[in-house]
């Protein structure tokens, strides 16, 4: 068997989409630090202020959550009681992370079907600001929901995959391993 193995295609294509989708949350993430900072300078040394970036200020949170989650769910930055599951076997650990994965692929499922009938709806009636001042098409902001848990589906379809090769090559592992200690143990000498 060769050692080094590459991902298949489809994995690597779903890799580079996803860290795009996290380089993008990271840029956002940098913008709203500035736009923050440019929101302070303009209110307390100039005495003056925009609503428009005032609403920018959300508005980049919405980059920065909804792609982002995708991100950290493909390089294990998400949530988990890592003192208990860092005592766990191995085998125990990926079938906690594919009953995780599966749990994500439905919730990932279930928001974008709701979500999909609010940003139609925003996009139909061209949804903007009720702010004097304020940003225009926010249903661009809300498209951001059906995208972002979209990535997760996806890549919460990936982890699942890759945790349920885990756990049946685990037992597939530990059945082997069966098999050789009961084929030593019951070896006759000589043949």
């Given at each position: 068997?060769?050692?080094?193995?590459?991902?298949?295609?489809?994995?690597?294509?779903?890799?580079?989409?996803?860290?795009?989708?996290?380089?993008?949350?990271?840029?956002?993430?940098?913008?709203?630090?500035?736009?923050?900072?440019?929101?302070?300078?303009l209110?307390?040394?100039?005495n003056?202020?925009?609503?428009?970036?005032?609403?920018?200020?959300?508005?980049l949170?919405?980059?920065?959550?909804?792609?982002?989650?995708?991100?950290?769910?493909?390089?294990?930055?998400?949530?988990r009681?890592?003192?208990?599951?860092?005592?766990?076997?191995?085998?125990?650990?990926?079938?906690?992370?594919?009953?995780?994965a599966?749990?994500?692929?439905?919730?990932?499922?279930a928001?974008?079907?709701?979500?999909?009938?609010?940003?139609?709806?925003?996009?139909?009636?061209?949804?903007?600001?009720?702010?004097?001042?304020?940003?225009?098409?926010?249903?661009?902001?809300?498209?951001?929901?059906p995208?972002?848990?979209?990535?997760?589906?996806?890549?919460?379809?990936?982890?699942?995959?890759?945790?349920?090769?885990?756990?049946?090559?685990?037992?597939?592992?530990?059945?082997?391993?069966?098999?050789?200690?009961?084929?030593?143990?019951?070896?006759v000498?000589?043949?």
């Amino acid at each position: 068997m060769n050692s080094t193995r590459t991902e298949p295609l489809p994995d690597r294509l779903l890799g580079y989409i996803v860290d795009f989708a996290g380089w993008a949350a990271a840029l956002s993430g940098l913008a709203l630090v500035l736009v923050v900072g440019g929101n302070v300078l303009l209110r307390y040394v100039f005495n003056t202020g925009s609503v428009a970036m005032q609403e920018l200020e959300w508005h980049l949170v919405s980059p920065i959550a909804l792609l982002g989650m995708a991100y950290g769910m493909r390089h294990g930055g998400h949530v988990r009681v890592d003192f208990l599951y860092d005592r766990l076997s191995d085998r125990a650990r990926a079938m906690i992370d594919l009953f995780s994965a599966v749990l994500m692929v439905i919730l990932g499922a279930a928001i974008i079907w709701f979500a999909i009938p609010y940003v139609n709806q925003s996009i139909m009636m061209g949804e903007g600001s009720p702010d004097p001042g304020g940003l225009p098409y926010r249903f661009l902001l809300k498209a951001f929901i059906p995208v972002g848990f979209g990535l997760l589906f996806v890549q919460a379809i990936a982890q699942a995959l890759i945790n349920f090769r885990q756990v049946t090559g685990a037992a597939q592992t530990a059945a082997d391993a069966g098999y050789a200690t009961h084929k030593t143990a019951t070896e006759v000498p000589g043949e």
